[in-house]
């Protein structure tokens, strides 16, 4: 993707050099792009960032905020909700006054609030088992990580295990909350009872360990100076390195109210706050994603912001106090019609996301499916949009919105293809392997002879790969496992005797190891070994209905994206490669494995393992492992 951009600030063609060649931005260039009046730049900048990781997608779910509690033990200055016992204004929710605020359309609940001194361990463990068993689609974001310190100190357990029981009673992710401003001079100064960025970031990394996803925020507006604010991102850009847990980076804007900090009466200008979003974006180069909170910044900048490097909307929230108790002036809840319009009018995908940002539903036509691994970059390099809009999405949620009708084309999951072939047209490209694949891997502790019985936790973001795993598991080696599914992002995975894993994700753990796990297998491998054919991961498919004019201009798009980009592997696989620890060499190497053409051999591969895929008995595979 070229990009040029007329820079008014002479300063920032050094840093735009680094942001395109995929190098980090230091301290300095952070502060240096606070202190610009150049903001378009700093925005197109951003956007180009945010193209890069999230295409045209912008997400948003379908949430309720709970605060359960006002009643706090602590008095942070900048926090107008928290109240004591006694006070006029407390207020504590019984868990059935939680459970009554929610409803079966919901897809997450958002719950955070007071500490109070005299709630038992046992109220939140009801709090959360009880809205999973009333509503068992509705995930659960609950509790800071300060609210986790809390529980720790007062019911005298360690972090491990606090997270444990939330996570056996439902706690799917954490929220970002409780972060402020990473440094001791803020904190001392504005809320010195609370814990700060040693423990903050320790309980965000246990969590991630434990295969529970987690957000991050920043306080900003109030006392602290620039470059305390870029430092906080350094620090949450080196945690991100470490564990790849976290899910979405949230600026706070604060709302100034009647809180203690009096010198601040004012809210934060729009300019400082997309200056924030965009550097955030910029900093921030390994988080998946960057949330505009209009709660907080306003429906009017939550917008525009949607073109300076966000690509979140959070949700529709339906209640809440904390910055509305600070006097912001947002409504309390946006209807859903209300958030797909703020996104459509931004020229963006409005996506509606689970708690796992997988994508449920979208709303816009012309979105073709982009599957995010290197593999696929050859088709997507080049790829000259026109009217179309391009849809970040593993294969796996891809088949699931073309069952919907909502995807007009993509690189389906071979599986998928096979099941909507009636209003799926074939286009001549695939993804193929010659010999091995090196993204397709299963991780063992076991030999393929000795997997019989044993538990293999699966990717959830594929059908063929576990089909493929299926059909060697049964025909090549006469071996039945148990198969459970994980989810997207950080997962325990201590509990399985095998992992399949696909995609980018596989592609880092075959180079640096899956702690754990032994023995490393290469699915196309195994199956050319056995088969003496390729493998065919994926398929270009476009919806039967569109008019035949749309086809062939996107067929056109695909054979142009794909021939300009098969002389250039090492160049247009850099940036992706970067990211997941490979050097050119490796990433040429890589793609210079696959056939991108669909030809005779691969067709018949494909005949062959559908044959034999019917074969197989279809194994029934579990949820995600929560335990
Ligand atoms: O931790 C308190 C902040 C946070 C004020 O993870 C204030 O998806 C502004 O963390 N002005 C709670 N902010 C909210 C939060 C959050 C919100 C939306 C999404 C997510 C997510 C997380 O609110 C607190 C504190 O940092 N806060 N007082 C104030 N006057």
């Not at 735009?16 to 197109?44: C, H, M, P």
Request: with cysteine.
């Amino acid at each position: 993707m070229n990009v040029s951009i007329q820079f008014r600030d002479k300063f920032f063609i050094p840093i735009w050099q680094k942001i395109q060649n995929g190098n980090r931005l230091s301290l300095e260039d952070g502060v240096a792009l606070y202190n610009t009046n150049d903001i378009i730049s700093l925005g197109k900048m951003a956007h180009f960032v945010q193209q890069q990781k999230s295409g045209d997608a912008v997400y948003f779910v379908l949430n309720r905020k709970i605060e359960p509690t006002n009643i706090c033990v602590l008095s942070c200055k900048f926090c107008d909700f928290a109240t004591k016992p006694g006070r006029p204004d407390a207020y504590e929710m019984t868990n059935e006054d939680i459970w009554s605020k929610l409803t079966p359309d919901l897809h997450e609940v958002h719950i955070t609030g007071g500490m109070p001194a005299h709630w038992g361990w046992e109220h939140y463990l009801e709090m959360l088992s009880g809205i999973k068993e009333k509503f068992p689609e509705i995930d659960i974001k609950a509790f800071t990580a300060v609210e986790i310190d809390f529980f720790a100190k007062k019911f005298r357990m360690s972090i491990e295990e606090v997270l444990r029981q939330l996570k056996e009673v439902g706690l799917r992710t954490m929220p970002g909350g409780g972060a402020e401003v990473f440094s001791e001079r803020v904190r001392r100064l504005l809320f010195n009872q609370k814990i700060g960025a040693k423990r903050w970031l320790e309980i965000h990394r246990i969590a991630h360990r434990m295969g529970i996803p987690t957000n991050a925020t920043l306080l900003y507006g109030h006392i602290e100076t620039i470059e305390e604010r870029i430092v906080h991102f350094m620090k949450l850009r080196e945690l991100q390195d470490e564990t790849g847990g976290f899910l979405s980076f949230i600026p706070l804007a604060f709302q100034p109210g009647d809180t203690g900090i009096k010198a601040h009466s004012h809210f934060t200008s729009a300019i400082d706050d997309l200056k924030t979003i965009a550097i955030s974006r910029l900093m921030l180069d390994n988080f998946p994603h960057i949330k505009a909170y209009w709660v907080m910044l306003t429906e009017e900048v939550a917008s525009v912001a949607l073109n300076f490097g966000a690509d979140d909307m959070d949700g529709t929230v339906g209640e809440e106090h904390i910055a509305h108790d600070a006097g912001a002036i947002t409504p309390m809840q946006l209807a859903k019609n209300q958030i797909i319009k703020i996104i459509n009018d931004a020229g963006k995908i409005p996506v509606e996301r689970d708690v796992y940002y997988n994508p449920i539903n979208v709303y816009t036509d012309h979105v073709i499916g982009k599957i995010p691994y290197l593999n696929s970059v050859p088709f997507y390099h080049h790829f000259e949009k026109q009217q179309f809009k391009i849809l970040p999405i593993n294969p796996r949620r891809m088949g699931l919105l073309s069952e919907k009708g909502q995807i007009d084309a993509g690189l389906f999951s071979l599986m998928d293809y096979f099941q909507q072939e009636s209003h799926l047209a074939l286009l001549p490209w695939c993804i193929a392997t010659r010999d091995q694949v090196k993204s397709v891997m299963l991780f063992s502790n076991h030999g393929w002879g000795d997997l019989d019985g044993k538990l293999i936790g699966v990717t959830d973001e594929t059908a063929t790969s576990v089909r493929l795993l299926q059909v060697l598991l049964g025909k090549r080696y006469g071996v039945r496992a148990r198969f459970e599914r994980l989810h997207a992002g950080v997962n325990d995975y201590s509990a399985y005797d095998a992992v399949l894993l696909i995609g980018d994700e596989a592609l880092r753990r075959n180079k640096f190891g899956l702690a754990g796990f032994e023995l490393v297998f290469d699915l196309a491998r195994e199956w050319y070994e056995w088969q003496k054919l390729p493998f065919v991961f994926a398929v270009w498919a476009v919806k039967k209905s569109l008019p035949e004019e749309t086809k062939k201009e996107l067929s056109e798009i695909i054979g142009h994206s794909l021939s300009q980009s098969e002389p250039r592997y090492a160049e247009i696989g850099e940036l992706r490669g970067k990211e997941i620890g490979l050097n050119r060499n490796e990433v040429e190497e890589y793609l210079a494995g696959f056939n991108y053409r669909l030809g005779e051999r691969e067709k018949e591969a494909m005949r062959e393992f559908k044959s034999l895929a019917q074969e197989t008995e279809s194994v029934n595979i579990k949820g995600v492992h929560h335990g």
